[in-house]
C-alpha cells in the first residue's frame, strides 16, 4: 500500500464502519437494510472511524509535530463535532416536526410527509467511530 496508506485506511475505516451499520440493524431488527450502508447517523460514526483513522495516518508517516498532523487533527475535531452537535440536533428537529406532522394529517389538513431524524450521531457513536478508526489505522502500520 506504501503512500497510498494516508487514503486508503481511512477509506476502508469509513466503509467497514456503514458495513457494522447493516450488520447491526440486522441483529437489532431481525432484517438485512441495505439503506444504511449509505445512510448517516447509527452506530458506528462512519465519518469519525474516517477522519480519527486519516489523522492517525498522517500523524504516523509525518510526525506528530507535524503541521499537516495538526490540520487533519484540527478537521477531524470539528467533523466529529458537527456529527454529535448540528447533525444530531437537527435529527431532533425532524422527530418533533414529524409528529406535529402526524397530528396535522390526523386531521386531515396535510399530506403525510416525513423528514429523515437519523442525521447524526451521540456521543457514544461518535467515540466509537474515532476509536475504532485509529486502532484500525494502528494494526495497518
Known amino acids: 500500500m506504501g503512500s497510498y496508506k494516508v487514503f486508503v485506511i481511512p477509506l476502508l475505516c469509513g466503509i467497514f464502519a456503514q ?6 440493524t440486522y441483529f437489532r431488527e431481525r432484517r438485512i437494510d441495505f439503506r444504511r450502508f449509505i445512510e448517516p447517523g447509527g452506530m458506528p460514526s462512519a465519518h469519525a472511524a474516517a477522519v480519527a483513522s486519516l489523522s492517525s495516518a498522517v500523524g504516523i508517516q509525518e510526525g506528530m509535530v507535524s503541521p499537516l498532523f495538526g490540520v487533519t487533527l484540527f478537521f477531524s475535531l470539528v467533523i466529529m463535532y458537527e456529527a454529535a452537535g448540528v447533525r444530531r440536533a437537527a435529527g ?3 422527530e418533533v416536526l414529524n409528529r406535529i406532522i402526524d397530528e396535522l394529517f390526523a386531521e386531515r389538513r396535510i399530506p403525510p410527509t416525513h423528514l429523515r431524524e437519523l442525521l447524526g450521531h451521540t456521543s457514544i457513536e461518535v467515540l466509537v467511530g474515532a476509536l475504532m478508526g485509529i486502532t484500525i489505522t ?3 502500520y
Do not use: D, N, S, Y
Request: charged content about 15%; glycine content about 0%.
Open 19 to 24: 458495513v457494522l451499520k447493516v450488520i447491526f
Open 92 to 94: 431532533r428537529q425532524a
Open 138 to 140: 494502528l494494526l495497518f
